[in-house]
């Protein structure tokens, strides 16, 4: 009787102070809502002052002002990584990488396409003919799908840019080491629960 006294007021003496502690460094979360506005800010904001730049460098009187060059570049990073900027925040660089590599391929497609187009065909004599005129409007069509195509890449990735700090909350949460009393009674003893959580 003595005994399960013992064990009875050690039980509810230990009960209330199991301790948990954090086997890692204290762990940072990723906001969600952070990765996202990164990633759509990283996308509108370069491309806005791009335009800008371009706008404000075409009313120059020189061929190669400045402003252009600076303005297509700012466009080109917008278009490009900014959309993955959410997803570097978060860790998940395959996915920055796999954003970024859809819209350099849609694009570099694009624009030899277009190229072959304007040339008319090769030099070797294997030239096609289209009918005078028309070639703008297939550069245009051409043209008009790529931005389709890239923007639908650069929306997937600004979406998805919550589901990266989700994720990267989720697999890389802290590690709880719990130490607690315990009963066994098919031994009728009492002891210590230790379990961890991955």
């Not at 925040?89 to 187009?117: D, H």
Request: glycine share 14%; net charge positive.
């Amino acid at each position: 009787m003595k005994r399960l006294i013992i064990i009875v007021v050690s039980f509810v003496l230990f009960a209330g102070n199991s301790v948990a502690t954090d086997s890692a460094a204290p762990h940072k979360y990723k906001s969600t809502s952070k990765a996202t506005a990164l990633s759509t800010y990283g996308h509108l904001v370069p491309i806005g002052l791009g335009v800008a730049a371009i706008g404000y460098g075409s009313g120059r009187e020189s061929g190669q002002s400045p402003w252009l060059i600076a303005g297509t570049v700012s466009l080109a990073v917008g278009v490009i990584a900014g959309p993955g900027a959410g997803h570097a925040y978060a860790g998940n660089n395959r996915r920055l990488w796999q954003g970024i590599g859809a819209r350099v391929a849609i694009a570099g497609l694009s624009a030899l396409m277009i190229a072959a187009l304007e040339s008319g065909g090769d030099e070797s004599g294997g030239n096609f003919e289209i009918q005078p005129g028309l070639e703008d409007y297939i550069a245009g069509g051409f043209l008009l799908i790529s931005v389709v195509l890239i923007e639908h890449s650069a929306i997937r990735d600004i979406k998805d840019a919550e589901k990266s700090a989700r994720d990267f909350n989720r697999n890389c949460g802290p590690k709880k080491l719990s130490v607690a009393p315990a009963f066994y009674p098919d031994q009728t003893a009492a002891g210590v629960r230790v379990s961890m959580r991955f």
